[in-house]
C-alpha cells in the first residue's frame, strides 16, 4: 500500500505562481501523475513525470505553464504552476501507478493522494 500526501495548495493571484508536492511512502518509485477537479467538473489529466523522471507529460492545456520533476531521493513529486488563472482553481490530486502506459487515463493508476485545494483570484 502506497500512502501519497499532497502539499502546496493555497491562494494565489492570477498570474502568480505555486509549487506543489506529492510525497509517497515507502522505498518504491511509481510512475507518478496529477489531476484536477474543479467544482462542479470531471476529474482531468494535468501532468505525468515517469519513474526516473526523465520523461514527462502534460495536457495541452498546461504545457508550458507547468513543469513537473521528482526527486528520487526524497520519494517526492514536484508540479510546479506558472501564469496561473483563474481557470486553474480546483482540487489537486498526485496519483500513483506501476508504469506509465496509458499515463492520461485515471484507471492506470493504482493509488490517489487526498488533494490540494488550489484557488486562483482574479
Known amino acids: 500500500q502506497v500512502q501519497l500526501v499532497e502539499s502546496g495548495g493555497g491562494l494565489v493571484q492570477a498570474g502568480g505562481s505555486l509549487k506543489l508536492s506529492c510525497a509517497a511512502s515507502?522505498?518504491?518509485?511509481?510512475?507518478i501523475g496529477w489531476y484536477r477537479q474543479a467544482p462542479g467538473k470531471e476529474r482531468e489529466f494535468v501532468a505525468a513525470?515517469?519513474?526516473?523522471?526523465?520523461?514527462?507529460y502534460y495536457a495541452d492545456i498546461v504545457k508550458i505553464r507547468f513543469t513537473i520533476s521528482r526527486d528520487n531521493a526524497k520519494n517526492t513529486v514536484y508540479p510546479e504552476m506558472n501564469s496561473l488563472n483563474p481557470e486553474d482553481t480546483a482540487v489537486y490530486y498526485c496519483?500513483?501507478?506501476?508504469?506509465?502506459?496509458?499515463?492520461?487515463?485515471?484507471?492506470?493508476?493504482?493509488?490517489w493522494g487526498q488533494g490540494t485545494q488550489v484557488t486562483v483570484s482574479s
Open positions: 513525470i515517469s519513474r526516473s523522471g526523465g520523461d514527462t
Open positions: 496519483a500513483a501507478a506501476q508504469h506509465g502506459a496509458g499515463w492520461s487515463y485515471d484507471w492506470i493508476y493504482d493509488y
Open positions: 515507502g522505498r518504491s518509485s511509481y510512475f
